[in-house]
């Protein structure tokens, strides 16, 4: 079945630093999200990205459809940004659901 | 722009009960989802519906039932709670097809 491969599994980063966040997707795909979660808290929409770059502030999304992966740039991250990042594949024609990676674990040091 | 409530935001029950969980948009969203977060996995979705009285299943659906009953909620059943379960379900909308806006979570723990 369709598979979300999400890389790294958890990243430790020193505040100001940058952070590079991969998605690798087992099959073609026609759009996908960026989700970002605290711990104990809900899904907030980073980027509906179905292709190319988006930017939102310090935050950067690169999707390239024929290379099946999508990437998550943050830079000069900052101590808030701690928290899960997740992405999703998805819809897909015939069928309406997200497909999850299991996520980033963040933590931005002081 | 729009809100996901859902109630309640945390929910106890004993093994084999019954449990109802809500959910309410006021996006005017065509589609609602279910989606079940366990820790340290990924989300996997229950149940969707592309409109009202319409209900499809996911990878998930056995031991859950659903209910859209009108465009702005929908609703999910514990059919039999199972004892030590722990999980955070969570409620999604969207326009059909775009992105998925999400709730913020209903917490079960069976006891």
């Known amino acids: 079945g369709q598979q979300v491969q999400q890389s790294p599994a958890s990243l430790v980063l020193q505040e100001g630093e940058n952070a590079e966040l991969q998605c690798n997707f087992s099959?073609?795909?026609?759009?996908m999200q960026w989700f970002y979660q605290r711990p104990g808290g809900s899904l907030v929409s980073l980027f509906y990205n179905p292709s190319g770059t988006k930017q939102s502030g310090r935050l950067t999304s690169t999707t390239v459809i024929k290379e099946r992966r999508s990437s998550l740039h943050i830079s000069s991250s900052q101590t808030t940004d701690s928290g899960t990042y997740l992405c999703a594949m998805g819809p897909t024609s015939g069928s309406w659901q997200l497909i999850f990676g299991s996520g980033t674990q963040l933590t931005v040091m002081p | 722009g729009g809100i996901i409530t859902q109630t309640p935001k945390f929910l106890i029950g004993q093994e084999g009960q019954k449990l109802t969980l809500k959910c309410q948009q006021n996006f005017n969203h065509d589609t609602m989802y279910w989606y079940r977060q366990d820790s340290g996995k990924g989300l996997r979705l229950i149940y969707y519906s592309i409109t009202e009285n319409d209900l499809q299943k996911g990878d998930l659906s056995e031991g859950y039932d659903a209910s859209r009953e009108k465009k702005s909620s929908f609703s999910l059943t514990v059919t039999s709670a199972q004892k030590n379960e722990m999980a955070v379900f969570l409620c999604a909308s969207s326009t059909t097809g775009y992105e998925q806006y999400f709730g913020p979570g209903t917490r079960l723990t069976v006891l």
């Open positions: 099959t073609s795909l026609n759009s």
